[in-house]
């Protein structure tokens, strides 16, 4: 559970950097209709179950696409014919229940709202069409003699139903974009920036779904009977991913110089291009298009499975690789080290085992690069029982190699595993000093907090973690209002803390004027020379009196 603030600021700045809210406040003495479509359906409401009544719409949808792909693979529909069907039946009950709900909010929709017929308004709308198109196939079978591929046909028109979705997003991107270039629009989509808005983050999941569905395609090609029955699935799979990837790259080559590292028409997007994310998006679509062209000059099958490296694009909306590789640069010196010391003794071992087994088993340790085969197995203290020592040397050789090899191999692992958590460690502390400097200086810069919110998402940072180091910025602010437990110079840092410094001491001078004697504050001052003429000069001033003034009674 959240931990509660004590300052009224605290959860909307916690909400502003998280970029989320708790849950909707919504009162319960609403009407119902008007209870409902604020929890479910009000896109305005903060914090309400719209959001996630529209994902799991869209999930639904996607699935019941790939269903109507397997049941044009008989090897797949056919023992599985009964499942096929309760799912085509569960995905229209939801679907009729979403229509008839829809239908029956539709007059509490903002641009329905007091007109007349809005339910009728609403029916006749183009979402709300594609929504009727999506189960009217189902109940047309049941009246009207309808060809099954027809049928599959009609069903298809479920897809339509993703423009709920898309639409409003849509406009929420027109809205945040509106007066800006083209380039600049479409770095909006590629890069997430605080022009984004939902429609780049239903970008990067529409590529994270064709980077999933194109691994599992490569990992399932392998499988003959698989591919022998989806060989014309698999190849129209694999051209559709690589238009979506290769679309993907020229769009982000194209807009990437509004990136302020890559500022440069030609030299911006080149350093672009050389980036690791750059030329992992190369490496997913090369494959495709080398094989065409160089297929009669050599055997090119091997670049499909180079496809795996599609894989390595989920790596973008990760930041563990990022740390990792961080990581390796700090610690290489130590890495390296570790990494020779293993080499060294792979080597040293394996000429061992080549010179006490090779007379033995000439077959097995023919020489030493195959001998280091067996003595890395051994050191890593995997031991896979295809290669072994016979001669009571070999054997010695190898006891020896398995107890070394527990703590030689373990090296690099338990540093790369402290120095992992280290970096994380360093990067939230580094991201909490961000936070609590912009909280403590008030500037609520909305590029500030687009970044700190990404790099808190990055992190996990909790919004109790963020709550507490909110609290200790407020409550430094509040200390430093309150100059008296600042020292002269921290106060002299910020010439408006000086002022205000100023003109609390010259308060304070002017409540010991007021509650002291003045006449024998000036008799003992001229008197017994505690005070220069310049002084005393300064004192009158501050109390408004001219050296003429007869002394207060």
């Known amino acids: 559970m959240q931990k509660e603030s004590s300052h009224p600021l605290l959860d909307a700045e916690v909400e502003i950097i998280l970029g989320h809210v708790e849950e909707a406040d919504i009162p319960r003495d609403l009407p119902l209709r008007r209870w409902l479509y ?19 719409i869209g999930v639904l949808i996607v699935a019941n696409l790939f269903a109507l792909l397997f049941e044009h693979v008989p090897i797949i529909y056919e023992p599985n014919n009964a499942w096929f069907t309760v799912f085509d039946a569960f995905s229209v009950l939801v679907f009729t229940v979403e229509y008839l709900f829809r239908l029956y909010l539709a007059p509490e929709e903002e641009e329905l709202k007091n007109k007349p017929f809005a339910r009728l308004r609403h029916a006749l709308s183009p979402l709300a069409v594609f929504d009727l198109l999506a189960i009217v196939p189902f109940y047309l079978q049941a009246f009207v003699a309808v060809d099954l591929r027809i049928l599959r046909f009609l069903r298809l028109l479920r897809i339509l139903k993703l423009f709920r979705v898309l639409v409003p997003a849509w406009h929420g991107f027109s809205q945040l974009n509106r007066g800006r270039t083209l380039r600049q629009k479409v770095h909006a989509l590629m890069f997430e920036s605080p ?6 983050h239903l970008i990067d999941s529409f590529i994270a779904m064709w980077v999933v569905i194109s691994v599992a395609a490569v990992i399932l090609e392998s499988v003959a009977s698989v591919h022998y029955a989806l060989n014309m699935e698999f190849l129209i799979l694999d051209t559709v991913a690589v238009l979506v990837f290769s679309m993907e790259l020229t769009m982000r080559l194209y807009s990437c110089v509004e990136e302020p590292r890559y500022q440069n028409a030609a030299l911006g997007r080149l350093k672009y291009g050389k980036s690791m994310s750059a030329m992992v998006d190369m490496l997913a679509v090369l494959p495709y298009f080398l094989e065409p062209f160089l297929n009669h000059l050599l055997d090119l099958r091997f670049l499909r499975v180079f496809r795996l490296i599609r894989l390595l694009k989920l790596t973008r909306y990760t930041g563990a690789t990022t740390t990792l590789t961080k990581v390796i640069a700090r610690e290489w010196g130590v890495v390296s080290a570790a990494a020779f010391i293993m080499i060294l003794m792979v080597i040293m071992m394996a000429s061992l085992g080549y010179l006490f087994e090779h007379d033995m088993q000439p077959d097995k340790f023919e020489n030493i690069p195959q001998a280091i085969y067996w003595a890395v197995v051994t050191l890593a203290s995997v031991g896979y029982g295809d290669i072994s020592p016979v001669t009571p040397a070999g054997r010695a050789i190898t006891v020896v190699m398995a107890l070394m090899g527990i703590g030689i191999f373990a090296i690099p692992a338990a540093l790369l595993s402290s120095a992992f958590s280290d970096q994380l460690q360093k990067e939230r502390e580094a991201l909490k000093g961000n936070i609590y400097r912009m909280i403590a200086s008030g500037n609520m810069d909305p590029d500030a907090v687009q970044q700190i919110r990404n790099e808190a998402k990055r992190l996990h940072l909790t919004a109790e973690e963020l709550g507490t180091l909110i609290e200790k910025a407020h409550s430094e602010r509040e200390s430093k209002e309150d100059l008296s437990n600042l020292a002269l110079h921290e106060i002299a840092r910020d010439p408006r803390q000086v002022i205000e410094y100023y003109k609390q001491q010259l308060g304070q001078l002017r409540q010991l004027g007021l509650l002291s004697d003045l006449g024998q504050f000036e008799a003992i ?12 000069a300064v004192w009158n001033a501050i109390q408004r009196r001219t050296p003429t003034d007869p002394p207060p009674r």
């Open 38 to 56: 604020a929890w479910m359906l009000d896109p305005h409401v903060a914090g309400n179950h719209q959001r996630e009544v529209d994902r799991w």
């Open 195 to 200: 022009y984004s808005g939902e429609m780049h």
């Open 525 to 536: 001052a001229r008197k017994e020379d505690h005070l220069t003429p310049t002084d005393l």
